[in-house]
Each structure stands twice: as structure tokens, then as C-alpha cells.
């Protein structure tokens, strides 16, 4: 089995984004530590457009002076360290600012495909140049913000454009429909194996240019959630998020969804949902004859002291039983 750790390389874009130094900086050093002993590699889907953004405005203000040294000194050691820097693409910085005190965002246009064919290919041109400048090396995998990659046909064209033919945004049976953020991905299998397409990423097409590697995913029951909420409600300190920000409130309508039917979720080592990880792997082995891949996704700002325990537990045994891989042309 090949394992993937996937890790979305980002700040919070709720009410309040977080600091670098706790969103990103400390807990991927906190994941580098229990990496490093067993010489694994992770993927990083690095948010190149906040990248962009800090560019744009450092000159104007210290403190994103200060971030952007941070967070571009971390990019090229892991690059360096042969870790994949890969594109993450967020568009709505195109329409958010900071403003002195804060970032300001404005998700009305979370979606590339909230953009023209036009703007797509300059976003997907500008942040995949981002990182080949700051990393040293260009990107070969692509992950949509929010896994919101359909319709693809425009995405397609501007990242082929720029050499990028790996997509990794899809988790089979996950779905999800709001205003600003949106996929449907029923039609994929459970345990989807790697499969080729052309313009539409959740339909295999065997003369297709692109890879898609699937996000694993499990079903999980309302019984997981009011789990969480009952730990939460306790106080325990060990579920505490090492990111200081806040993410968009979940809507009332997909909280009770989740709460009252079974439901696909990606397979996180984020918070408590790591705690479903040694299930995943054990059907994915079952389903794929041990020959599929197995992908797993994380936010740093999302890592919590639990989370980085069962994490490390996890690596040190799996590190000796199956093999842990980026993602290549």
C-alpha cells in the first residue's frame, strides 16, 4: 500500500485567520518531528495565493514582512528536505486585503469556477509561478480550495498549461452544496483506485492526460459526531486546535446533516477524526488487495495535541509495513 501524507498548507479564513507562526509554522515542525526519525516525505498543497497577497502588501506593512520570511523560509527547507510543494489554490485572495490589523477576506468568489477561463489561467500561471520561485521547484499535483474543482474543463486547460496533470481534490462519495462552496463526488466509488480523465475529474477516461489520486474516504456514522461535540463540551485541552484562528462556521443545515445521517468524510489526520484512521487503512487494504493508495489529508492549523499523538503512533508502526510516498509525474 502506498500512503500519501497530504497536508493543506494554510491560514483560517473565518472571522479570524490565525497567526503564521501557529497555523503553519509550529505545527508543521511538530509533524516534521515525528516524520523525520522514519525519513518520510509529505505532500504540502501550499496556499499560493496567500503567498501573492503577502507580496503585495509587505512592502507596506512589518508584520506580513515578518510572515512572509516565516513562511517562505519553511517552504524552501522542506523543499530542500525533498518534501512536494504543491499548488493549493484559494481564489478568494484574489478579493481579500489586509488592512492593517487583520486579513480581511471576502469568499464571494471561493470557486475557480466563480471566474472566467481568462482569470482562471492567470491565477493558476501566477500562484503555480509563486512556488516554483520560492520552492525551487515547480509543482506536479494541484488541490482545489475547499475540494471545489468542478465544473473542471477551465481548471484543466490552465493546468496543463502549466505542466500540472496530477489532481488529488476528489474523495469518493463526499458531496457538498452551499453559495460559495460546492462538489459532488457520489459517483466516484469507496476505494477508488488512481485513475486517468480529461475534462471531467470524476468520470476515468483510460486515454485521459490527468491522474487523479483520490483523498481516501470513510463513512462515518452521527454517532462520531456527537462523540466530538460531548468531548468538546468537557473542555479536554488535548482537542484543542494548535492554530489560534477560526474557520467558516459550519451552517446549521449541513451540522444537522451530519448529525442525524451517515455521511463520507475525508480520511483526516486532523483532531478527532484521526481517530478513524486505523479503520480506513484496514478497508482500503481489504478493497484494494494492499495495492491501492492511501490518502490522507491535514491542515497544520487543524493539528491538535491528540491528533499528533495518534499520528506519531500510527507512523512509527505503518512506517515498517507499507511505503510512504509524494506525488510524481
Given amino acids: 500500500m502506498k500512503i500519501y501524507i497530504t497536508l493543506d498548507y494554510e491560514l483560517f479564513f473565518g472571522p479570524k485567520s ?9 505545527p508543521t515542525e511538530a509533524l516534521l518531528e515525528i516524520l523525520d526519525p522514519h525519513e518520510i516525505k509529505a505532500s ?5 495565493g496567500y503567498l501573492i497577497a503577502l507580496e503585495k502588501q509587505k512592502k507596506e506593512y512589518q508584520e ?3 510572515d512572509y520570511l516565516k513562511v517562505t523560509t519553511q517552504i524552501k527547507d522542506l523543499a530542500s528536505q525533498g518534501h512536494g510543494i504543491e499548488l493549493h489554490v484559494h481564489p478568494h485572495w484574489e478579493d481579500s486585503y489586509y488592512n492593517g490589523e487583520k486579513w480581511v477576506f471576502d469568499t464571494t468568489r471561493y470557486k475557480l469556477s466563480d471566474f472566467g ?6 491565477i493558476v500561471t501566477n500562484y503555480t509561478n509563486v512556488l516554483k520561485r520560492i520552492a525551487g521547484k515547480s509543482p506536479v499535483a494541484y488541490r482545489a480550495g475547499g475540494w471545489s474543482a468542478q465544473p473542471f474543463s477551465n481548471i484543466g486547460k490552465a493546468l496543463k498549461a502549466n505542466g500540472v496533470l496530477i489532481d488529488s481534490s476528489v474523495y469518493p462519495q463526499g458531496y457538498y452544496s452551499s453559495h460559495n462552496q460546492s462538489f459532488d463526488f457520489r459517483n466516484i466509488e469507496p476505494y477508488q483506485r488512481d485513475y ?6 470524476t468520470k476515468p477516461d483510460a486515454k485521459g492526460e490527468f491522474l487523479e489520486i483520490p483523498i481516501s474516504s470513510i463513512k462515518v456514522s452521527p454517532l462520531f459526531f456527537w462523540n466530538f461535540a460531548f468531548k468538546k463540551l468537557k473542555g479536554s485541552t488535548e482537542h484543542n486546535s494548535i492554530g489560534d484562528g477560526a474557520a467558516v462556521p459550519m451552517s446549521k443545515k449541513e451540522a444537522l446533516r451530519l448529525m442525524s445521517t451517515s455521511s463520507y468524510s475525508v480520511v ?7 481517530s478513524l484512521i486505523q479503520k480506513a487503512l484496514k478497508n482500503y487494504i481489504k478493497k484494494t488487495a494492499n495495492e491501492g493508495s492511501f490518502v490522507l489529508i491535514g491542515h497544520p492549523k487543524a493539528f491538535t495535541p491528540y491528533s499528533l499523538k495518534k499520528l506519531k503512533n500510527f507512523v512509527d ?4 509495513q507499507h511505503n510512504f510516498v509524494v506525488y510524481s509525474r
Fill in 18 to 26: 490565525g497567526s503564521v507562526q501557529k497555523c503553519i509554522i509550529e
Fill in 44 to 48: 504540502f498543497f501550499v496556499d499560493a
Fill in 64 to 66: 506580513l514582512q515578518k
Fill in 117 to 122: 477561463e481568462d482569470e482562471v489561467l492567470d
Fill in 196 to 201: 486517468q480523465f480529461s475534462n471531467n475529474l
Fill in 268 to 274: 483526516s489526520i486532523d483532531g478527532f477524526k484521526i
Fill in 317 to 320: 508502526v505503518m512506517a515498517q
